[in-house]
Every structure is written in structure tokens, then in C-alpha cells.
């Protein structure tokens, strides 16, 4: 059909910048990461509430005082380079997440597999209790630079409704802050800090203006095509 | 990846709209040629809501949306099909079309996501 060839030469022609953008740089192991954790995401069948960016330092304390979102942060052990010390930021929601394999995986490095069983121990028991992530994850800045020792993070200690750990690894160091299930409740003074605020989940650009595009091209170029199929039925 | 994601999720919306339309008799290549305009049209629109106006205002997911936005989906379809080829088949048979074909993708959608593929 001609109309067919049209159609899709016109999505072969317009959108091949948008749809492989994402796909022909090799991944790089932080890539997999990230590719497995939205596969799993993908297996719960819940849809994705937030979406992925690669952030530095600042950019995730932006995104920490949102709870709808939770952040994951990975980097290479002594990372130098802006490459890395890069920062995945994926957000997501993980609810119906039932055992600690299918959230995280990361095996890289021993005391980071400590860290990741003991963040999958917390996990775990949040799933048990069935709710929902509330929380974020947030790397510390002060502590990146300083290995082997603990820090906390001052920002969230008296905020009683977040329970943190991390750990550091050379440049590996998580501070997840979830929200926690078994926390009492406790007034809107305590539980809605001015540093903590909710904020309504955005869309980024990143995600956003590609799908705009692929999807705008899709749908303009099939209302011609079916305009001019509609007037040749007509005719005939 | 959303992009990509979405792309594959409209392919696969193709097939299995076009292999339901198969299975219920039709079978004129302007049909689907029709069918594959309308979907165009369709598919990204919803994917359009769903995912820059009610995701980012619904905390609590799509999902209880998702029978509304279908539902409209359908309706627009049939309508469409209806003004291009009411004249060749009763309007009975092409909402009964429209609405296996939207069942149909949509269950096979969630199949697709279940089993990690989309």
C-alpha cells in the first residue's frame, strides 16, 4: 500500500535521532545497571512515576526533598574523572518490589554488596509491610571525599520519619532515606519539615521532549495519511 | 528509553490490533491501511496523556484512568472506522472490532510488561 510505505518512510526519515539516541552508545556497566533496575521496574508492572537523569551532586540534593520519588546513586570507586563520579539518579516506585534480588543487583565490590544486603534488609522488611517508597536516596557530598570512614547525614537526623545508613567503598557511598513504614505518626509540623517539602513529581525533559517528538511525528503524519485514504474511499 | 519503549509499545499495539482485525474476517488491505492511520493517531495521544498530564498530577498511578482513557479510545476508533467504512460493514461489526482490538492490545500490553519485554 502506498499510503503504508509513506507512513512508515516518514517515521524511518523523522525519527531515528529520537528512538536510537538511547540505544547506540555503548552501555557502560552503570548503563546495565540502570537498563536492569527499569527492567525490573518493567516486571512489576507498575507504571514509572518518575524517570531517569544523570545528575552531579547538586542536582540530586535538588531532587531529595521530594518524596515521591526514591534516588539511587552509583559511581565508580575512585572515580576522578566527571565519568566517573556520575551519578544515576532513576526514580522510581517500587511497591510491589517482593524480594531484595529483583531490586538490586549490583555485585560490584564487597563492602558495597555488605551495603546493598543491608539496604535490601530494610527494604525487605518496608515490602513486608506493604507500602509504598515515600522516601529518596541521596549520595553526601562531604562524605565522597573521605573513605573509609562513616558519616552522617546531618540534614535528616531529626527528621523522625526517615531512617538512613550508607556506607563508604572508595567512592561508593549510599545514603538512602526512606520513609518508614513502621514510623509513628507524628504531626504535619514534624512529618513536613521546610527542608523536606512535597513536591508534585515532574516530568524531565530528557524523557519528555523526545517522546513528544516521536510520538507528535507519529500522530501527524498518520492523521495526513488517513485524511488522504479517507478522501480516495470516498471517491471510490 | 521512554522513547524507545513507546515506540515498540505502538508496534506491538499494531500487530495485535491488526492480527485481531485478521481473526474477525477482514481483510481488505485499505482496512488496515486505515487501521494502522487511526492507531497512529490514537496510540500517541494516549501515550501523550497518560504520561505528561496525568502521571505527573496522579501520584497514585494511571491505572484507575486507564478504563476511562480506553473507553474514549474506543469511541474514537469506531467513530472513525465507522465514517470511512460504514457503508461496507454494519456499525455493529466495527464496534465490535474496535472494542476486541483495544482489549486485546491492552491485555497483550500488560502481558508484554509482565514478562519484562516492554
Same mark, same amino acid.
Given at each position: ?236 | ?8 509499545? =505502538? %508496534?506491538? #499495539?499494531? @500487530? ?8 474477525? !474476517?477482514?481483510?481488505? +488491505? ?37 478504563? =476511562? %482513557?480506553? #473507553?474514549? @479510545? ?8 465507522? !465514517?470511512?467504512?460504514? +457503508? ?28 519484562g519485554i516492554l
Amino acid at each position: 500500500m502506498k499510503f503504508l510505505r509513506v507512513f512508515f518512510l516518514g517515521i524511518v526519515l523523522f525519527s531515528p535521532h529520537v528512538l536510537f539516541a538511547d540505544i547506540l552508545p555503548p552501555p557502560d556497566p552503570a548503563e546495565v545497571l540502570r537498563d536492569k533496575k527499569v527492567e525490573v521496574w518493567k516486571k512489576k508492572t507498575i507504571p514509572c512515576k518518575g524517570s531517569e537523569m544523570r545528575c552531579i551532586d547538586d542536582s540530586c540534593k535538588e531532587l531529595d526533598s521530594n518524596r515521591g520519588y526514591f534516588l539511587w546513586y552509583y559511581g565508580y570507586a575512585g572515580g576522578t574523572h566527571d565519568h566517573d563520579r556520575s551519578i544515576y539518579c532513576p526514580i522510581s516506585f517500587k511497591e510491589s518490589a517482593q524480594n531484595q534480588e529483583d531490586v538490586f543487583r549490583m555485585s560490584l565490590y564487597t563492602l558495597q554488596e555488605q551495603a546493598e544486603m543491608k539496604r535490601t534488609k530494610e527494604r525487605e522488611e518496608w515490602y513486608v509491610k506493604n507500602h509504598p517508597c515515600k522516601g529518596s536516596e541521596v549520595t553526601c557530598p562531604e562524605s565522597y571525599y573521605n573513605m573509609g570512614r562513616h558519616y552522617d547525614c546531618p540534614a535528616y537526623d531529626n527528621n523522625p520519619l526517615y531512617f538512613k545508613w550508607h556506607t563508604i567503598d572508595s567512592a561508593q557511598i549510599f545514603c538512602p532515606i526512606f520513609y518508614k513504614a513502621s514510623a509513628p505518626v507524628l504531626p504535619n509540623s514534624l512529618s513536613e519539615s521546610p527542608d523536606d517539602p512535597i513536591i508534585p513529581e515532574p516530568v524531565y525533559e530528557k524523557d519528555k521532549k523526545p517522546m513528544v517528538v516521536l510520538a507528535g511525528s507519529i500522530a501527524i503524519l498518520s492523521a495526513i495519511a488517513l485524511i488522504f485514504l479517507f478522501k480516495r474511499i470516498r471517491r471510490s | 528509553m521512554l522513547v524507545t519503549t513507546y515506540f515498540f509499545a =505502538f %508496534l506491538f #499495539t499494531l @500487530i495485535f490490533e491488526l492480527v485481531t482485525a485478521f481473526c474477525l !474476517g477482514f481483510r481488505e +488491505k485499505v482496512f488496515f491501511a486505515a487501521l494502522v492511520f487511526i492507531n497512529g493517531i490514537t496510540h500517541p495521544l494516549l501515550w501523550l496523556i497518560i504520561f505528561f498530564i496525568i502521571q505527573p498530577f496522579s501520584p497514585k498511578g494511571v491505572d484507575s484512568y486507564i478504563i =476511562f %482513557l480506553e #473507553t474514549s @479510545i474506543i469511541i474514537i476508533e469506531y467513530t472513525l472506522l465507522k !465514517g470511512m467504512f460504514g +457503508k461496507h460493514y454494519r456499525p455493529q461489526k466495527l464496534f465490535l472490532l474496535a472494542f476486541t482490538m483495544n482489549v486485546v492490545s491492552y491485555g497483550g500490553g500488560r502481558v508484554l510488561q509482565y514478562i519484562g519485554i516492554l
